[in-house]
């Protein structure tokens, strides 16, 4: 019995012709792209090998069959490419260019440590060119690899090698201060404390030293200058141990003794203030005779140190000051300062903490 055909499925027959037609026609539009792509790419190869090619000619050769690759992220064929022809071409005078998309690629592969390797290689091996990124502007190949390798480096001695070449070599392209601040940090972290003393110097030397913000490091000026001074001084005040010091401190308190224990106060970076202060803020730092809060008073201590106290810091309760601020902790710390092996793990004393402790 014939059945007639509704217009419903009618429709939907013909639709399903017309999305099957497409999908084939975009299959093979695909791999005819595909096709012209890799003989785009063949004839390229072809071209690179032609000695009749000026060197720009050859350059520009290089630079679209490396991008090709680049675009499909192909990698490893990429990889392979580059390095193989610098291998094979040692005089090429864009060498140093080829290897840097190689570090390059090793990075958008997630690679690090090869691509730290390229860029080291090309610093130490190859001699520097200038390119054009994207915007047009030219930059330096060694300036780049430079760049990158402060970020990838984890190794102090090499950090501070690509510090000093960023320094000395592109001055104008960096910010000289900074620098010398992180440089600093490479050098005590590599025990090369006489350099980094240098180096801090140098940073405190700058116009924009008090007012620079480092990422990371937002104490970068207070610390360098405490260190600074400190190195600077006579350090006449440190005593062998905390025993030592603490005793001191009891006797001059016990025999109303202000001469003493301003002689006793650190002359370098010592702070008074409350326990909610920073202790670089500028009243915190100011300089003071203890003479002017004893007179009148007496003044007692506690029989031990705090509780809190650890083994490179300890807190001295002692009270009777004045009606304002009766309670003051006397603040005892170890040493910090290895460029004087004489001098490093000392104690001092090193501030005043207004108020009962938080």
């Not at 080829?98 to 860029?119: C, V």
């Not at 603490?246 to 301003?262: G, R």
Request: charged share 25%.
């Amino acid at each position: 019995m014939f059945c007639p055909l509704r217009i419903g499925d009618m429709n939907k027959k013909i639709i399903a012709t017309m999305l099957l037609a497409l999908l084939l026609l975009d299959t093979v539009g695909a791999k005819s792209k595909k096709d012209k792509n890799e003989e785009t790419q063949k004839q390229l190869l072809e071209l690179m090998n032609d000695d009749s090619l000026t060197e720009k000619s050859h350059y520009a050769v290089m630079k679209k069959i490396a991008g090709n690759l680049r675009a499909k992220k192909d990698y490893q064929t990429l990889i392979v490419f580059l390095t193989d022809y610098v291998e094979r071409n040692p005089d090429d005078m864009y060498n140093a260019y080829w290897l840097l998309m190689a570090a390059y690629t090793y990075l958008e592969d997630g690679a690090e440590k090869m691509a730290e390797y390229y860029f080291d290689r090309i610093v130490k091996n190859y001699n520097d060119l200038m390119i054009k990124d994207d915007t047009g502007k030219e930059q330096s190949v060694h300036f780049l690899c430079l760049q990158h390798l402060i970020q990838i480096s984890k190794t102090p001695r090499n950090r501070i090698l690509y510090f000093n070449a960023l320094i000395n070599r592109f001055p104008s392209d960096v910010n000289i201060t900074e620098l010398y601040s992180r440089l600093g940090k490479e050098y005590e972290k590599e025990g090369d404390f006489e350099q980094a003393l240098k180096a801090y110097q140098l940073f405190l030397s700058q116009d924009d030293a008090s007012t620079i913000r480092i990422a990371g490091d937002p104490d970068a000026y207070s610390y360098a200058k405490q260190l600074i001074d400190f190195s600077n001084s006579k350090k006449d005040w440190t005593f062998d141990t905390l025993e030592a010091l603490e005793s001191a401190v009891k006797k001059a308190l016990s025999t109303y003794n202000p001469k003493m224990l301003d002689n006793y106060k650190s002359k370098v970076n010592f702070f008074a203030m409350s326990w909610k202060q920073d202790e670089n803020s500028a009243n915190a730092m100011e300089n003071f005779s203890m003479r002017s809060f004893m007179h009148g008073n007496r003044i007692h201590f506690s029989d031990e140190l705090d509780s809190s106290s650890t083994p490179n810091e300890a807190y001295l309760r002692t009270w009777g000051w004045s009606v304002y601020i009766n309670v003051w902790y006397l603040y005892f710390r170890k040493v910090n300062f290895p460029a004087d092996p004489e001098i490093h793990g000392r104690w001092e004393w090193a501030g005043i903490y207004f108020g009962e402790k938080l």
